[in-house]
């Protein structure tokens, strides 16, 4: 058993090695011999925990080692903080021999501190005054879609075809797009009129009479 030691260290150290020679100076991999729990660090790549070579098993690997032994599985993807305060991203996997005993672990350990620092930078950068009542807002290349979009919009909801829509209904719909603004395009009376089956002209008295019962504003087509 004790020959396969050097080889599964010399492999973790190289693994150490390239993870911090492709992940930078904010990665920090860690090697463990546990054949000496006290002095069980053997191989540190990078520089985030402060620690040297000698130094003990953590808290968190042997509380886990006492709990399942050798049946301890990897420990995937969780949140440490150093005594500095550094938030880190870590994960641990253990190192067994051929007999299936867990002899080391590889640790892995990503400084994410400035990385909170800018999420919560963006988040605020993002956040808009109506966030619960988010607006709804598309953009079009052209002036006729523009219509076209609205005019859909708001004729979505009758289960007939526009011709067919009896004159309370389609001054309904006049006075739905009226409230959007659509009139105050040009062209959009033209089109509602080719759509219900009638004039611009009526048009034209549907909006009169919506404006009278309102405001009494003029014409905006």
């Not at 879609?145 to 009896?166: A, F, G, R, S, T």
């Not at 006049?174 to 959009?188: A, C, D, P, Q, Y």
Request: proline share 3%; charged share 25%.
């Amino acid at each position: 058993m004790e020959q396969d030691h050097p080889f599964i260290f010399d492999q973790a150290i190289r693994t150490a090695n390239i993870l911090v020679a492709m992940l930078g100076s904010r990665c920090e991999v860690a090697v463990h011999d546990f054949t000496n729990l006290d002095k069980s660090l053997i191989y540190l790549a990078g520089e985030i925990t402060e620690r040297k070579a000698g130094s003990p098993i953590t808290d968190l690997i042997l509380k886990e080692l006492m709990i399942t032994g050798n049946e301890t599985p990897d420990i995937p993807n969780y949140k440490t903080t150093t005594k500095k305060g550094k938030i880190l991203k870590s994960s641990t996997v253990f190192l067994k021999d051929q007999y299936g005993e867990i002899i080391g672990a590889l640790c892995i350990n990503i400084d994410i501190t400035l990385l909170i620092q800018i999420r919560g930078s963006i988040q605020d950068f993002v956040r808009f005054q109506d966030d619960d009542q988010p607006k709804k807002e598309n953009f079009f290349s052209s002036v006729n879609e523009v219509i076209e979009d609205m005019v859909q919009n708001v004729l979505q909801k009758y289960n007939k075809i526009p011709v067919q829509l009896d004159m309370d209904e389609k001054i309904d719909v006049v006075r739905s797009l009226e409230e959007m603004g659509t009139f105050l395009i040009k062209g959009s009376t033209e089109y509602l009129a080719s759509l219900l089956g009638v004039s611009k002209f009526t048009i034209y008295n549907y909006l009169q009479k919506i404006r009278s019962e309102n405001f009494g504003g003029k014409l905006h087509d």
